[in-house]
């Protein structure tokens, strides 16, 4: 089999080399060559052809942002960012993925990382993924500038006072959802989220519990763009905290996210530091074997995007233990066909739609 073609871009030599290396040492993957900013970069897609490249965010002449807009719009390919854990490196990394980057790498330690091989493993697999990855998705374009509807929602909450009730019309009024949601995605998820959410209209009449896999550092800035973009209201979950219907609630990273059932029905978000599961924490999984205890509760469970099976395991034991409904993006539309796969192979979806389906097809039985 062919290997994998991949172009590095990075300002650092020492984090090129580095990087390179990492690539290189596996049987899979060839380093065809190395750029050190935007502008070399696109030459260098456009000469080379690479399957995929990797892309740092800060670089000088034409930053990682800018060069990739650049690539979606001249020469799409999968892309996957290299990013800081700062706060500008966290929304600087989710507008990437809107832009159509398909992953991201955290630089462990700064700009220049010098235990950069403790993620090796990491490096390759996202890469390997993004090989995986469909161009004629990478060239669909998405609304990536809120309303002003959307716009004023979000400076409205940006201002309330701290631990009061958000004057939001948006909002449902306190009422304990007795309708659930869960969605769990993964390589791909941020576009996805985004292409399913703003198409929700703001009395959206279930509660959505929403597991991305990211690591920590990342989900805020996720919740906070998607709520800004957003009709109903999106917000990174806080333990203890009370969910309420036409919100969704994003798992931070680093904390598996379980449903529990408090006095009068009312639904609440659990988090925990447990052992990761499958190498995810948070888990797919860990969230719907949590939902499959709730009782007089309505369910769908969304599987979208993804490496791997999180999430089959248990929507199985949902299945097995209540009434669920599964909507499972098709194949068509999904970046990376690996978490919906395993639950159509295990007979476990009951309706396959594509992306720009799966809004409608959850008012359509919602409702």
Same mark, same amino acid.
């Given at each position: 089999?062919?290997?994998?073609?991949?172009?590095?871009?990075?300002?650092?030599?020492?984090?090129?080399?580095?990087?390179?290396?990492?690539?290189? !040492?596996?049987?899979?993957?060839?380093?065809?060559?190395?750029?050190?900013?935007?502008?070399?970069?696109?030459?260098?897609?456009?000469?080379?052809?690479?399957?995929?490249?990797?892309?740092?965010?800060?670089?000088?002449?034409?930053?990682?942002?800018?060069? +990739?807009?650049?690539?979606?719009?001249?020469?799409?390919?999968?892309?996957?960012?290299? *990013?800081?854990?700062?706060?500008?490196?966290?929304?600087?990394?989710?507008?990437? +993925?809107?832009?159509?980057?398909?992953?991201?790498?955290?630089?462990?330690?700064?700009?220049i990382s010098l235990d950069i091989h403790t993620v090796a493993q990491e490096i390759v697999e996202k890469v390997k993924a993004a090989g995986l990855a469909k161009h004629r998705f990478l060239k669909r374009k998405l609304p990536v500038s809120p309303s002003p509807l959307h716009t004023n929602n979000a400076v409205q909450r940006a201002h309330r006072p701290?631990?009061?009730?958000?004057?939001?019309?948006?909002?449902?009024?306190?009422?304990?959802?007795?309708?659930?949601?869960?969605?769990?995605?993964?390589?791909?998820?941020?576009?996805?989220?985004?292409?399913?959410?703003? *198409?929700?209209?703001?009395?959206?009449?279930? !509660?959505? !519990?929403?597991?991305?896999?990211?690591?920590?550092?990342?989900?805020?800035?996720?919740?906070?763009? +998607?709520?800004?973009?957003?009709?109903?209201?999106?917000?990174?979950?806080?333990?203890?905290?009370?969910?309420?219907?036409?919100?969704?609630?994003?798992?931070?990273?680093?904390?598996?996210?379980?449903?529990?059932?408090?006095?009068?029905?009312?639904?609440?978000?659990?988090?925990?530091?447990?052992?990761?599961?499958?190498?995810?924490?948070? *888990?797919?999984?860990?969230?719907?074997?949590?939902?499959?205890?709730?009782?007089?509760?309505?369910?769908?469970?969304?599987?979208?995007?993804?490496?791997?099976?999180?999430?089959?395991?248990?929507?199985?034991?949902?299945?097995?233990?209540?009434?669920?409904?599964?909507?499972?993006?098709?194949?068509?539309?999904?970046?990376?066909?690996?978490?919906?796969?395993? !639950?159509?192979?295990?007979?476990?979806?009951?309706?396959?739609?594509?992306?720009?389906?799966?809004?409608?097809?959850l008012i359509q039985l919602v409702n």
């Open positions: 089999m062919r290997k994998l073609r991949v172009l590095v871009v990075d300002d650092s030599a020492f984090m090129r080399k580095v990087i390179s290396d990492i690539l290189a !040492a596996d049987p899979q993957i060839e380093v065809i060559d190395r750029a050190r900013n935007g502008l070399e970069c696109i030459a260098k897609v456009k000469a080379l052809q690479p399957d995929v490249v990797t892309l740092d965010i800060e670089m000088p002449l034409l930053n990682g942002l800018e060069a +990739l807009e650049r690539l979606m719009q001249e020469h799409p390919l999968p892309v996957v960012m290299v *990013s800081s854990l700062t706060r500008e490196g966290a929304d600087a990394t989710i507008r990437a +993925l809107e832009l159509g980057a398909v992953d991201f790498i955290t630089k462990t330690s700064g700009s701290s631990g009061g009730a958000p004057p939001d019309s948006r909002r449902h009024a306190g009422a304990a959802p007795n309708k659930l949601v869960a969605i769990g995605t993964s390589t791909g998820g941020p576009r996805a989220l985004q292409t399913v959410l703003t *198409s929700l209209p703001r009395h959206f009449p279930a !509660a959505i !519990a929403i597991v991305q896999h990211m690591p920590p550092g990342f989900t805020q800035s996720l919740a906070r763009r +998607l709520d800004m973009l957003c009709e109903i209201r999106v917000v990174e979950a806080a333990d203890g905290q009370l969910m309420e219907a036409g919100t969704a609630y994003i798992a931070p990273g680093g904390y598996h996210m379980e449903i529990v059932q408090e006095s009068g029905g009312k639904l609440a978000i659990s988090l925990n530091q447990s052992e990761p599961r499958g190498g995810h924490r948070p *888990s797919v999984d860990v969230l719907y074997e949590s939902i499959s205890k709730l009782q007089q509760v309505d369910k769908w469970a969304v599987i979208m995007t993804g490496m791997g099976s999180d999430g089959t395991r248990g929507l199985r034991l949902i299945k097995e233990t209540g009434q669920v409904t599964s909507i499972i993006e098709h194949e068509s539309s999904c970046v990376v066909y690996g978490m919906p796969r395993a !639950a159509i192979q295990a007979g476990l979806a009951d309706k396959v739609v594509p992306l720009e389906r799966i809004a409608e097809t």
